[in-house]
């Protein structure tokens, strides 16, 4: 099963290639465009932006803050077409890269993302019933198939057919996960790397008749099966924790990308290795001793995991005035070293004194380590290794869980809650040994803890976090439940990035008051391992 596109670089191990070096690009403004539009439009650009982009898309304010931090030796032009008129404009400009139409079924969305699979393999884009007529008598563009013939009535039967027919012709790099209903975003890049894309519920166990006997849980279990090791699974899941079970359980780490634009123009540009910031400084970090009547606190914020979130999220709350104020901790993912170099030089380049940036969960992309195969650990470490060297960071956010959460079986997962605690200590030693030589110095755990705990694992601290805090007055509730009577204790605490921001976890200090120290995360573990 390979079918990679000629002039994308995967040298040196790379989980994601490198796109070509942009000659020119043609700035388009998307917003306001329909859906399907949208989906014609991002399906052209996976075409006209392989092997080399030529095309970038907007789509929100975000794309425009981040096209300022293009290289500025990219020779770039905007074109007067907005909304629903980009897509006229693509076709004038571009209509000898494209060899004709997918339609999709309106009737079962789920061809969308069969349609985004074959567009990918034909040199085609995806087109809606009502745009084939028009585009293919204006344009002259053959119709290369249309999915409403096959009369499928699940998206099961569906992709189960794009399964026996779509996988030979698909990346063996990559696979991903995308919401039908997501007409734009990552589809460009899914189109120009030929990644076989899907949607199916790891919680629906049961076969059913009509789609042969087979279940959703099953069909994605051998999807998934059909690619190596060290595979990377793009978008994202119906269901998270037993989605990324099955695919830990194959060795595929998981970039949760589903809403990241212009990923092709990103994977094209080269990393700088921008200088770091100075490391952050508080009185406790510089005497290198606790007092013995305070409480420690660091503030931990979450999804760093999350490629897209560091292109979107990350963004508005990193421009927060209060940031800079206060020592914050900031997960991310190091593979963004690699797949949007300019993004991770703009947050380390940026970062203040009291800014640390810590890999997301769990290194080089998201998994569950106590569900990865023990044989396939050594190289996802040996990679996460590199990708944390060269972003600089030296402390590691790693999240797990027990067989109940990661079930999807509502009934079985609420019987165990562990707070995604990564507890395995066969894991625990392994991470601590292959990632010492890089340089970590801490190991965080944890989402959903009401009381903490920490250990020494070879010389490592690792340290199970106070969270999730999604609210002023829930983070302040947290900290005082959990501080106890002994002093000095020490606090990290993992906060809600989607609803947390640094204004509020300042009013957080304000209202713990002088009795709660604030420090940098790597500076809590480092006093925690002195005072120990």
Known sequence: MSNEVPGLDWSGERMLPAFQAPQHLDIYDLRGAASDVQLAVTTMAGIINR?????????SDDDLFWLNHLPGSIPRSTSPATGDG?????????????????????????????????????????????????????????????????????????????????????????LAGLDPGNTGNLRSFLVATRTFTYWLDSRKYLPAPNDGWISERSLMQQIIGAYAPGTVHLGWFIDESSGVNLTSQAAIAVLASDLFTNLEVWASTQFQHP??????????????????NKVYVSFTISDGDNLQYSQHRMLRIWRDNARGTLPIGWTISPVLAQAAPALAEYYMSTATPDDELIAGPSGAGYMFPSHWPAEQLASFLQRTGQLMRQMNT???????TDFWQSSGLPFLSNIRFTGMAFTDERCQQAFAQALAPYGLRAILSGSGLSSVNWKQVEGVPLYQNLGLADSVSKTVSLIRKAAGSQRPYFLNVYILAWTMTPSDLKQV?????????????GSLLALLATTN
């Open 51 to 59: 092997p080399q982009p030529r095309v970038y898309l907007i789509t």
């Open 394 to 400: 030296s402390v590691l956010e790693v999240l797990d």
């Open 275 to 292: 200088a770091s910031p100075s490391q952050p400084a508080s009185q406790a970090a510089e005497s290198g001793t606790a007092a013995g």
């Open 509 to 521: 200090a304000a209202q713990l008051g002088a009795d709660y120290e604030i420090v940098p995360p």
């Open 86 to 174: 980009v897509l006229t404009a693509l076709l004038l400009a571009h209509r000898s890269d494209i060899q004709g139409l997918i339609i999709y079924d309106s009737n079962l969305i789920d061809t969308v993302n069969i349609a985004t699979t074959l567009a990918g393999q034909r040199d085609a884009m995806v087109v809606s019933p009502d745009q084939a007529q028009n585009l293919h008598a204006v344009y002259q563009l053959p119709i290369l198939a249309d999915l409403r013939s096959y009369h499928w009535s699940s998206r099961a039967q569906a992709y189960r057919w794009a399964q026996q027919n779509l996988l030979g012709g698909s990346s063996a790099r990559l």
